[in-house]
């Protein structure tokens, strides 16, 4: 069952800028000029979500969130309020689960036995937090600080394609990103799976409850 620190469902957000894998061969680099706004409607109406390089690997892999609803602000501040929805089981069934954040000793230890296998290697990211020792990072194999456990992700390793009836909800930023958004999208998604920011934004301010 659902719970405040728990969900079912997992979300991918879109984001403005460059990828952040950032790499020149990354299969995304084509959207770079476009807005957060303009690649969920290219999402959409391709019914794929394309797999992205990741940082620090490369390996190519689609992104989710399972961020519990009450830090949701405080993720779209990073990323950008809009997103695409689905259930765990549907993300399962294509491949996907959580990521795995590996100490970078682990990750080091592994490297030098030769290399992860290949289904493997799209869900690892290093994990280096703030709080490691001093004795690593004096290593010559530390990287900084590197902690996204906060956002409880998921991935598939390949691009994610989808029908309409998958879709669990879609998160738009405002009710003016609902007036311009495509009649014919509304229509096949379902206009009772629309979450708007603003809403949630405005509950906060009567009613904060959440700290973020």
Known sequence: ????????????????GNPKGGSKDNPVGDISDMSAYDRLISILNEKTIRASSMPWT??????????????????????????????????????????IYMRTDLFRRQKKKGAFDEFVWPFITPFSPSYRPY???KTAYDIG??????????????????KYK?????????????????????????????????????????WPVHKY
């Open 1 to 16: 069952m659902n719970r405040p620190d728990f969900s079912d469902f997992l979300v991918h957000f879109t984001t403005n």
């Open 58 to 99: 490369g390996a190519k892999a689609v992104c989710f969130t399972e961020c519990p609803w009450a830090s949701l602000l405080a993720h779209t501040e990073v990323y950008s309020p809009y997103g695409i929805g689905f259930s765990k089981r549907i993300v399962f069934s294509k491949h996907g689960g959580p990521a």
């Open 145 to 162: 600080e590197c902690d996204y456990t906060h956002e409880r992700e998921w991935r598939t390793p390949d691009s994610f394609q989808f």
């Open 135 to 137: 004795a690593m990072r």
């Open 166 to 206: 998958d879709i669990a909800f879609i998160i738009l930023d405002s009710h003016s990103d609902m007036e311009i958004f495509p009649d014919e999208l509304k229509e096949s998604i379902g206009r009772d799976k629309f979450i708007l920011m603003d809403n949630y934004k405005l509950i906060e301010s009567l």
